[in-house]
């Protein structure tokens, strides 16, 4: 008997018999159909724009990459000639420095104010000898 819950006018649900029928089990099979060709051809052209496009970023990326490459050879031969640069600009220090005491050892007489000192013209030149002497 079903609870009422106070309420008289419920009426009891019939129990439904389930009887035992039998039941009929279908399969479908379905039969592969080829696709047509144009839905082939537009397979075949999408997955050929995807590639060229994948293509196409990745020369990007090579192309970019060859340029980092050859902006890190320049800047490291930038490096290189600047401390050749700085090399050469101590040496021609030393040099500068090392004149006067290498002439003076020389034999060489060091120019004041007050001597000048006098070249003749024709000491740098060859001497000809003359016809008349």
């Known amino acids: 008997m079903a609870q009422t ?3 008289l006018a419920i009426r009891e649900r019939e129990k439904q018999q ?4 039998y039941r009929q089990k279908t399969t479908v ?5 080829e696709l047509p060709m144009r839905e082939k051809m537009l397979y075949l052209t999408s997955v050929l724009i995807a590639v060229a496009l994948c293509s196409i970023v990745a020369w990007r990326y090579v192309h970019i990459y060859d340029l ?3 902006i ?3 800047q490291s031969e930038t490096n290189q ?3 050749d640069i ?3 600009e101590r040496d021609k220090q030393v040099l500068r420095q090392a004149i006067v005491p290498t002439a003076l050892a020389q034999g060489l007489i060091q120019a004041t104010d007050h001597e000048p000192i006098f070249v003749d013209r024709r000491s740098g030149e060859e001497t000809k000898p003359d016809a008349n002497n």
């Open 86 to 88: 700085a090399q050469a």
């Open 5 to 7: 819950r106070g309420n």
């Open 18 to 21: 389930t009887s035992q029928q």
């Open 68 to 70: 980092n490459h050859q």
């Open 81 to 83: 000639i600047k401390k």
């Open 29 to 33: 099979v379905t039969r592969r159909v």
């Open 72 to 74: 890190a050879t320049v």
